[in-house]
């Protein structure tokens, strides 16, 4: 199979001078690149000892910002991405092609247990993670989070505009394949303690928790988010209404009630108009995918 391999790294010198000797060993003829994100250590360094393709970013654009530009890079019929920091297995890669040849569009490697995850709180966040996009699209997700994944290279490419800068980048592409239809599967890794320090940030982290969960109805169906909440408000204000009138004697409406019933019309309108601006959001990378 035609594959090229991705690696963002930002100071991942001793990652990247575990991980480049083991890729080279089992796949000496696969197009290497790293996208050395700004990085201040020896990176680069590494990269050139290994004779791989080095894409430099002037200053760090983020995890997603160096995916977009070795997507760009590459020149295989498929992207391998994989973090630089040695906790992905480079023997795995050929489990994930196998599922590839299945009929797959994306494969991404699942990370299984506590034991995979870094913290117990980014654990408890993925597995609430994985169970909001399985009920969003009818069908389990394993790992949502997880940087490990083989996917179509000129599929992939459709959706860049969509993918962030930031982290969030296996959310927004795993969600936007499945809302495009195309076919995603998941095979069990495991993953070893990452070498050097993580860039992990716990408040920004911890905001960028929430904004997930927010992009997952809307990079989907946001009307399936939107319509049970429309519905609980308004029952809310009527369940009001008859508990006033009940207790009062009297026929009417109170402001609270009226206030419910408002908001939960506005919050359905609101969910009405996401679900066609997302209808518009993939039918560019519709066209393109049916034209080529």
Known sequence: ???????????????????????????????????????????????????????????????????????????????????????????????????VEEG????????????????????????????????????????????????????????LYLLPNGFSYPTTSTMAFFRAGYSVGFVPISVADRLGKSHINVLRDGVRFFLIIFKIGTLYSPLKVYFPVSVLVSMLGVLNYVIANISSGTLRFTNMSTLLILFGMIVFLIGLLAEQLTNLQYKDSDVEDHTE
């Open 104 to 159: 797959y569009d994306m494969v991404v490697g699942a990370r299984s247990g506590l034991e995979s995850q870094a913290s117990v709180a980014r654990w408890s966040a993925n597995s609430l993670y994985n169970k909001l996009a399985s009920w969003m699209v009818n069908r389990r997700i394993d790992d949502l989070t997880s940087g490990f994944r083989v996917v179509d290279r000129r599929k992939f490419l459709s959706f």
């Open 1 to 99: 199979m035609n594959f090229s391999i991705v690696i963002p790294a930002k100071d991942e010198e001793q990652g990247l001078a575990v991980t480049l000797p083991s890729l080279r060993e089992h796949y000496p003829d696969a197009e290497i690149i790293v996208v050395n994100d700004g990085s201040s250590d020896g990176t680069v360094a590494v990269c050139e000892q290994y004779g791989v393709t080095v894409v430099s970013h002037p200053y760090s654009k983020g995890n997603g910002a160096a995916i977009k530009s070795g997507a760009r890079a590459a020149q295989g019929d498929y992207i391998v991405f994989m973090d630089g920091d040695g906790q992905h297995n480079p023997a795995d890669i050929e489990r994930l092609l196998y599922k």
